[in-house]
C-alpha cells in the first residue's frame, strides 16, 4: 500500500514563526504536492514537486516555500506564520502523469496564534 | 483554463435512497475526471477516475460517474446510500500534460439521515 505520512496532525505556532511540515512517501514517486483546505474553499494547491530539486508554483505560493532534496520527502516552509495561514494542510504524491491517482497524507491541522 | 463546479455545497439524504452529487468542468479538450472522498479527519481517498472510454465508471464503495461531454459533466451516483458515507466529496480535473496537478472542486458535504 502507498503510505503518505506528514510529520504532525495538530501544530499550534505563533506568528512570526518559521514553520516546517514535512511530508514522506514511500511509493517512489515522482511528484508531490502541497494542498490547503479550507471550509468552502477545497482544495487550493500551494507548491507541486515533479523531481527532486523541481518546484512549480500553484494557485497559492504567496507566504511559502518548499524543499526537495530527497525524492521521498517534500517539506512546506512558512518562513513567517501568519493567522491567515491557520489551515489544515494536505500533502499528496502520485506517479508519471496527471491521470495517475493522487494519494494523499492525513493532513496537518495548523493554528497560528 | 480549466475549472471545476460542484454547485451543491450540502446535501442530505435519506439512507437507503439514491444519491447524485453534481460536477461540471471547463476544460478544452478531453479532460481527466476524478472523484475522491474525505471522511472526517481523513485525508482523501480516491473514488473514481475517467480517462477515455466508457463513459460509466464504475468505482469503490458502490459509487459510478457518468462522463457527459456534452454537458461537461462528471456527476457521481450512488443508487443506496449507507450512514458510512457521510463525508466530503471532491470533483477534480486533470489536463494531459506531464507536470500539472489536479483543480479541486470545493467539495460537497453529504449527510446521511435516518
Known amino acids: 500500500d502507498v503510505k503518505v505520512t506528514q510529520s504532525s496532525r495538530y501544530l499550534v505556532k505563533r506568528t512570526g514563526e518559521k514553520v516546517f511540515l514535512e511530508c514522506v512517501q514511500d511509493m517512489d514517486h515522482e511528484n508531490m504536492f502541497w494542498y490547503r483546505q479550507d471550509p468552502g474553499l477545497g482544495l487550493r494547491l500551494i507548491y507541486f514537486s515533479y523531481d527532486v530539486k523541481m518546484k512549480e508554483k500553484g494557485d497559492i505560493p504567496e507566504g511559502y516555500s518548499v524543499s526537495r532534496e530527497k525524492k521521498e520527502r517534500f517539506s512546506l516552509i512558512l518562513e513567517s506564520a501568519s493567522t491567515n495561514q491557520t489551515s489544515m494542510y494536505l500533502c499528496?504524491?502520485?506517479?508519471?502523469?496527471?491521470?495517475?491517482?493522487?494519494?494523499f497524507g492525513p493532513g496537518t491541522r495548523l493554528t497560528v496564534l | 483554463a480549466q475549472s471545476v463546479t460542484q454547485p451543491d455545497i450540502h446535501i442530505t439524504v435519506s439512507e437507503g435512497a439514491s444519491l447524485e452529487l453534481r460536477c461540471n468542468y471547463s476544460?478544452?479538450?478531453?479532460?481527466?475526471l476524478f472523484w475522491y472522498v474525505q471522511s472526517p479527519g481523513q485525508g482523501l481517498q480516491l473514488l473514481l477516475k475517467?480517462?477515455?472510454?466508457?463513459?460509466l465508471v464504475q468505482g469503490i464503495k458502490g459509487f459510478e460517474a457518468e462522463f457527459k461531454r456534452s454537458q461537461s459533466s462528471f456527476n457521481l451516483r450512488k443508487p443506496s446510500v449507507h450512514w458510512s458515507d457521510a463525508a466530503e466529496y471532491f470533483c477534480a480535473v486533470g489536463a494531459n500534460q506531464a507536470g500539472t496537478a489536479l483543480i479541486f472542486g470545493k467539495g460537497t458535504t453529504l449527510s446521511v439521515s435516518s
Open positions: 499528496a504524491s502520485n506517479r508519471g502523469g496527471p491521470y495517475n491517482e493522487q494519494f
Open positions: 475517467y480517462f477515455s472510454g466508457d463513459t
Open positions: 476544460y478544452g479538450a478531453t479532460p481527466y
